[in-house]
Nanobody, 125 residues
Framework: QVQLVESGGGLVQAGGSLRLSCLVS????????MAWFRQAPGKEREFVVG????????DYADSVKGRFTISRDSAKNTMYLQMNNIALEDTAVYYC??????????????????WGQGTQVAVSS
């Protein structure tokens, strides 16, 4: 059974950096398309960025372009989200998600059967 476990969240000042991790167990990460989503209080879950099984990233959400970077280490079966120049509006629970590669939309949460439990990112001014 595939399990995803996020880590790396926390409290950070605006302008700071964090690196989130998503450890995949039960199956090699290389067979999956993976993605980061986030959900702020009172808002819908939002697609941040994805990465294909060969390591190619999708387009980033406009709100994070130029600040966030997705990557994947197959040897560690882990996906990362490097967050730089963090802004107040980045406060959210961040989730990693995975699926068998398909042609369906990257940005729709219901297209992913595998989810982590989420890691909280809180940004202070």
């Amino acid at each position: 059974q595939v399990q995803l476990v996020e880590s790396g969240g926390g409290l950070v000042q605006a302008g700071g950096s964090l690196r989130l991790s998503c450890l995949v167990s039960g199956r090699t990460i290389s067979v999956y398309s993976m993605a980061w989503f986030r959900q702020a209080p009172g808002k819908e879950r939002e697609f941040v960025v994805g990465i294909g099984p060969f390591g190619r990233p999708t387009d980033y959400a406009d709100s994070v372009k130029g600040r966030f970077t997705i990557s994947r280490d197959s040897a560690k079966n882990t996906m990362y989200l490097q967050m730089n120049n963090i802004a107040l509006e980045d406060t959210a629970v961040y989730y990693c998600a995975g699926r068998i590669p398909s042609g369906s939309s990257w940005s729709i949460p219901s297209n992913y059967p595998y989810w982590g439990q989420g890691t909280q990112v809180a940004v202070s001014s």
